[in-house]
Antibody, heavy 115, light 112 residues
Framework: EVQLVESGGGLVQPGGSLRLSCAAS????????MSWVRQAPGKGLEWVAN????????YYVDSVKGRFTVSRDNAKNSLYLQMNSLRAEDTAVYYC????????WGQGTMVTVSS | DIVMTQTPLSLSVTPGQPASISCKST???????????LYWYLQKPGQPPQLLIY???NRFSGVPERFSGSGSGTDFTLKISRVEAEDVGVYYC?????????FGQGTKVEIK
């Protein structure tokens, strides 16, 4: 079964850090660009970042540049999102997804930034 | 950034009736290699989005035939020929020809 499973979400204070993980199974993970997409409560979808198959290229939405870092470990079939200097506006469900077509999505992990 | 604009933002449909959602982009989504990078997703309540249509008009695996996509360049449409109760949720269009990837605002479809 093709699957993405996110973990690592939780409650964090403004200015804090969190590392999200996404475990892939059932497909050839190292053949895909991968993305993170977030959805604030009651809002639409916002693409956050993506990473090339070999990790050599990474791109970010402007609002997270310099604060978030996307990485992957193909040996572990895993994708990561290191989030630093978190702000209230980063509160959202974070999904990992296969890039370009976004045909594979995880169930999401909730990140709440609040004091 | 490419802005994706969907209309309408909400739709109330009687079961068995058709529905149509428009999506317009501020730049052409046609790549020089001939592919058009426009996708449609449905997010059912409490679930992640699921791919319905890829590259304008191709139904993804398992997607019912009542869903169809059309359009070109900057102007696209998703049609549901006969809406069923299971089609409720929020529909999004998305472009992936350019970074950042951008989504439409979403169209909420409910059943009358």
């Amino acid at each position: 079964e093709v699957q993405l499973v996110e973990s690592g979400g939780g409650l964090v204070q403004p200015g804090g850090s969190l590392r999200l993980s996404c475990a892939a199974s059932g497909f050839t993970f190292n053949s895909y660009w991968m993305s993170w997409v977030r959805q604030a409560p009651g809002k639409g979808l916002e693409w956050v970042a993506n990473i090339k198959q070999d990790g050599s290229e990474k791109y970010y939405v402007d609002s997270v540049k310099g604060r978030f870092t996307v990485s992957r470990d193909n040996a572990k079939n895993s994708l990561y999102l290191q989030m630093n200097s978190l702000r209230a506006e980063d509160t959202a469900v974070y999904y990992c997804a296969s890039d370009e077509a976004f045909d594979i999505w995880g169930q999401g992990t909730m990140v709440t930034v609040s004091s | 950034d490419i802005v994706m604009t969907q209309t309408p933002l909400s739709l109330s449909v009687t079961p068995g009736q058709p529905a149509s959602i428009s999506c317009k982009s501020t730049q052409s989504l046609l790549h020089s290699a001939g592919k058009t990078y426009l996708y449609w997703y449905l997010q059912k309540p409490g679930q992640p989005p699921q791919l319905l249509i890829y590259e304008v008009s191709n139904r993804f695996s398992g997607v019912p035939e009542r869903f169809s996509g059309s359009g070109s360049g900057t102007d696209f449409t998703l049609k549901i020929s006969r809406v069923e109760a299971e089609d409720v949720g929020v529909y999004y269009c998305m472009q992936s020809i350019q970074l950042p990837r951008t989504f439409g605002q979403g169209t909420k479809v409910e059943i009358k």
